[in-house]
């Protein structure tokens, strides 16, 4: 893998990792993390998919990692990141790519299919099933609560990280200085094994989320996490802090408004959907989730849970999940 570094179309340098092993001229994959990730995350999903012939891309989204991370809260909407994700076609030359997303990489890829459809092979979408706007809509065209006021209303009973991250410099102020601490028990909390949902319970509105957080019940190195890949993703965010991660949830607001473009449009493109079986997210994801995502993406090819897997499914379960998505590539 090399890295490499783009230019977006609002002068954001964005980093990303590439590996190629067709000389530039395989079909292209492009790879979005959510938070806390970085590119690496996709590291056990590049090498495979370059031996097979791919063009394969994975980015340190805005904000994150070694690419740049702008000030204003506005230019981390969908669609500046959708510029982006057009910066990195043209770089490479290409009018076209497989888009996969994971955690906030899903809305992404979903938000790239609906507004630059030509530009999509298909997408692989892990870990978040349909509804571009993060605690948005829920499939309900009638819906008109900002996001910001219902994670507010959530707080009034317990816990909620999308209330807490909303005010610039609160998360900060505990985060930057502790991202050891925060990325292992929230990497932990939100694994298999974890216990994400319980904190939320207990927890309080006012608390941190450090405070909240289950203590982590095994030490590193984990089946799925060693100590060396670890300790890239703690070098990153102990040089960055968590600014630029955290807009993406300050950005709600926005992307809600700029989403009512979309409403009632389906995803035409080839859709291939994993998560883990014992995701979090999925297990507070609104009861008829799936029959939203199934009525909106009419080509939904496949629709999965992985056995032994949480929200981390392509690091957890590498080997399946590639497997998974390779079917589905066949098939496009």
Request: hydrophobic share 40%.
């Amino acid at each position: 893998m090399e890295r490499k570094t783009i230019n977006s179309k609002d002068g954001v340098k964005l980093s990303c990792l590439v590996s190629d092993e067709s000389g530039g001229e395989g079909p292209m994959m492009i790879f979005c993390h959510g938070f806390p990730g970085l590119a690496y995350s996709w590291r056990h999903q590049l090498r495979y998919f370059s031996k097979r012939g791919y063009l394969a891309v994975a980015l340190d989204m805005r904000g994150y990692g070694d690419s740049d991370a702008p000030q204003a809260i506005a230019d981390y909407s969908l669609d500046h990141i959708r510029g982006d994700l057009l910066a990195v076609l043209s770089h490479f030359g290409k009018s076209s790519a497989v888009f996969v997303g994971q955690d906030f990489g899903a809305p992404v890829v979903w938000n790239m299919a609906l507004h630059e459809p030509d530009c999509v092979d298909g997408l692989v979408v892990l870990s978040v099933p349909y509804d571009f706007d993060y605690y948005g809509r829920r499939g309900d065209l009638s819906a008109n609560v900002l996001p910001s006021v219902q994670f507010a209303k959530v707080a009034e009973s317990h816990f909620l990280h999308g209330h807490y991250f909303q005010e610039p410099g609160l998360a900060e102020s505990e985060l930057d200085d502790n991202s050891s601490t925060f990325l292992r028990r929230l990497y932990w909390a939100l694994s298999a094994k974890g216990d994400l949902l319980s904190s939320f319970g207990s927890g309080k509105d006012g608390q941190g989320y450090i405070e909240i957080l289950p203590p982590v019940n095994e030490m590193l190195p984990w089946p799925w996490l060693s100590q060396a890949e670890f300790a890239v993703y703690a070098e990153a965010f102990s040089r960055t802090g968590f600014r630029g991660g955290l807009n993406w949830y300050r950005v709600s607001d926005i992307n809600w408004q700029l989403n009512a473009r979309y409403l009632g449009q389906n995803v035409a493109v080839p859709v291939c959907f994993l998560a883990g079986e014992q995701d979090p997210v999925i297990a507070m994801s609104a009861p008829d989730c799936w029959s939203v995502m199934k009525d909106r993406v009419p080509d939904l090819r496949v629709c999965e849970l992985l056995p032994e897997a949480g929200h981390w499914v392509q690091q957890e379960q590498p080997l399946l999940v590639n497997e998974k998505i390779l079917t589905f590539l066949a098939g496009l």
